[in-house]
């Protein structure tokens, strides 16, 4: 819990606001009492816009105060915008969550990161460069950060965790679910290897459809980069490549994966098509010592597919 008590809480619970109007409040309010007294006719004229869901503050505090015993009980932290470890490159986009609810070790705020994300159904092909490219990241110092959904999200975790980086994996639901669930073996290693579960939701939160779109800006706030490893034209690969332009994050497509609708359009509207992790390395101005055993050949469909095996992963081709 932070020092500001549960004001953040309230605030991130308040129905019918964006999270842009919530990180209004946030920079306005520091104490219980005064955010405990606003009406939801207060909080129309601070945010000037009318609320169309209808509630009352004693229901949306009892709802923080329920959201902060919960996150007690399940080993579950949180920090608020306004603290001092909020990842800074996140507090730079339009609409970042007034509060991030964690488990595991923060990234450090000085570390740059890099997006990593795909479809649930990747290639052979797509899905070995993705392991390759997240292993190289990883050895260089680079911590992933997606979104653990199945194929190129889980890849990503995986191979960044074995280049010996601390990933990070953004989730659509709370943190005392793992969605999917054949994924929660990888999350038990995320954290063992001293990566972050991190998500806006609260404990108990479902993972509705609804939800990923909304952690995929999160994903986009959090790097500097985004790379999108395969993705059909409409998925959600492609609506976090979108952010990341908001964002004026740099974007880049994986040379495995440029069979793919998404893949394609991207590089037409000027993504960059890369093959390697020393790609990214090179334009972001990082050198790295190379160390015996860095280097992985890419080996297409049998790294693929006996990664893919191991990790319950769909994989076509």
Request: include cysteine; charge should be neutral; hydrophobic fraction near 40%.
């Amino acid at each position: 819990m932070t020092n500001r008590g549960l004001v953040d809480l309230i605030i991130s619970r308040i129905p019918g606001i964006s999270p842009a109007d919530k990180i209004l409040l946030c920079k306005r309010f520091d104490r219980e009492e005064d955010i405990s007294d606003l009406s939801k006719t207060d909080v129309e004229e601070l945010t000037g816009k009318k609320i169309l869901r209808d509630w009352n503050m004693d229901k949306v505090r009892s709802k923080a105060e329920r959201d902060a015993v919960l996150a007690g009980r399940r080993g579950i932290a949180y920090i608020s915008y306004v603290d001092e470890t909020y990842p800074p490159q996140l507090r730079e986009i339009y609409d970042p969550p007034v509060v991030l609810f964690y488990r595991g070790s923060l990234p450090d705020l000085f570390c740059p990161l890099a997006a990593v994300v795909g479809t649930r159904r990747p290639s052979s092909g797509a899905l070995a460069q993705c392991y390759r490219i997240s292993r190289e990241l990883g050895a260089a110092g680079i911590p992933v950060v997606s979104g653990l959904a199945l194929g190129i999200d889980a890849m990503a975790h995986r191979g960044n965790i074995d280049g010996g980086a601390p990933t990070l994996a953004v989730l659509g639901s709370g943190l005392d679910g793992i969605y999917p669930s054949s994924n929660r073996g990888l999350a038990r290693q995320i954290l063992e290897k001293g990566g972050v579960l991190l998500s806006e939701y609260p404990p108990e939160t479902l993972p509705f459809k609804g939800h990923f779109p909304a952690r995929n800006r999160i994903i986009s706030g959090l790097a500097r980069g985004v790379l999108i490893v395969e993705a059909p034209e409409k998925s959600g690969a492609g609506i976090t490549a979108r952010f990341a332009l908001e964002h004026n994050r740099d974007v880049w497509v994986a040379s495995a994966g440029m069979a793919a609708m998404g893949n394609q359009k991207l590089r037409e509207d000027g993504a960059r098509v890369i093959s390697s992790a020393e790609e990214i390395l090179d334009e972001w101005g990082i050198m790295r010592e190379e160390k015996p055993g860095d280097s992985i050949p890419f080996s297409g469909g049998h790294l693929a597919s006996s990664l893919a095996r191991e990790l319950n992963i769909n994989c076509e081709g």
